[in-house]
């Protein structure tokens, strides 16, 4: 499985407009593309910044949609009204999936990005599954967690959902433990970690671990 991640920043007050476009337009289009398998969004409504995810069957799909999503990522980026800097667009390989709970409605989640050793993918898929997976389904309120990596730069993304804010800092504390405790042991360099709200949840990427 991989995956196709949009992050940009809009106008907070243009969110909701942006939302209701992005599941009544972009949504059904690009679950029409082969290989498609679904999409989500999470949102910041504070600062107006939001990560639109497409999950795809295998690379070639990923790779065929491009031009077709460049044209649809143009459109639904006038909505959200006046995009600030610059907006990226990376690719990654879905390497681990593992739900507990179904994504409901006022769901939140926690991004961690990292970078790491080029060719230690395999390894980091192997310690994450080892030794996160295990742990982190017993924080309250954990729904699931996801590993995105990309071999060629070495970077990873990490969401972990909750079923809501309040719950998700509840577990802040033993999430970090086990954040600082595997990225140092795997050499993993944390270069962000961001918290969103859970707009749209249909990634429908299967169960992995």
């Keep these: 499985m ?39 969004m999470l949102v910041d409504r504070h600062t107006g910044r939001c990560i639109v995810t497409t999950s795809w069957a295998d ?35 879905v390497a681990i999936l593992h739900r507990v709970h179904e994504t409901h409605e006022n769901a939140a989640a926690r991004v961690i990005f990292t970078k790491g050793p080029l060719g230690a993918a395999d390894r980091i898929i192997d310690g994450f599954r080892t030794n996160i997976v295990p742990r ?25 959902v909750y079923e809501d804010r309040q719950t998700m800092n509840r577990a802040k504390g033993q999430a970090q433990a086990m954040r600082e405790e595997f990225t140092t042991h795997l050499g993993m360099h944390i270069t962000e970690v961001a918290e969103f709200d859970v707009a749209l949840a249909h990634l429908r990427v299967p169960e992995t671990v």
């Design 2 to 40: 991989y995956a196709r991640s949009t992050t940009f920043r809009g106008e907070p007050g243009a969110i909701a407009d942006g939302v209701a476009y992005v599941r009544d337009h972009v949504q059904p289009a690009v679950q029409q593309m082969e290989g498609c398998v679904g999409l989500s």
């Design 59 to 93: 690379a070639d799909a990923m790779h065929r949609s491009a031009e077709a999503m460049a044209v649809i990522r143009e459109t639904a980026l006038r909505t959200f009204q006046g995009v600030a800097g610059e907006t990226e667009v990376a690719e990654w390989e």
């Design 136 to 160: 982190i389904h017993t924080l309250a309120g954990f729904c699931s967690v996801s590993l995105f990596v990309n071999r060629d730069t070495g970077r990873c993304a990490i969401t972990s």
